[in-house]
Nanobody, 118 residues
Framework: QVQLVESGGGLVRPGGSLRLSCVVSGRTFTSYAMRWFRQAPGKERESVATMSWSGGTTYVADSVKGRFTISRDNAKNTVYLQMNSLKPEDTAVYYC???????????WGQGTQVTVSS
């Protein structure tokens, strides 16, 4: 059984920063590409950032490019999403996911709320 547990969400003012963390347990962390998704109210879930198991390949959505950075620490079984220059439109539930680098992930976290508001 693979478990993903996110943390780090919260309320932040526009222009602020947050760092989300996702700890993976139950299987070899390096077996998986790691991804961050988000879902805003009334909208479909969208892919935000992806990192291969080695960290050598990353993808970031155009909507967050230059503001969000994905990273991973394989020694800690943890993936991060550093979010800078946050905008109100970044408000969403953010989900961590594990699986292949594309396609539907195999495992999901429970999600963490990020609210950007003044």
């Amino acid at each position: 059984q693979v478990q993903l547990v996110e943390s780090g969400g919260g309320l932040v003012r526009p222009g602020g920063s947050l760092r989300l963390s996702c700890v993976v347990s139950g299987r070899t962390f390096t077996s998986y590409a790691m991804r961050w998704f988000r879902q805003a109210p009334g909208k479909e879930r969208e892919s935000v950032a992806t990192m291969s198991w080695s960290g050598g390949t990353t993808y970031v959505a155009d909507s967050v490019k230059g503001r969000f950075t994905i990273s991973r620490d394989n020694a800690k079984n943890t993936v991060y999403l550093q979010m800078n220059s946050l905008k109100p439109e970044d408000t969403a539930v953010y989900y961590c996911a594990a699986g292949t680098i594309s396609g539907r992930p195999d495992y999901w976290g429970q999600g963490t709320q990020v609210t950007v508001s003044s």
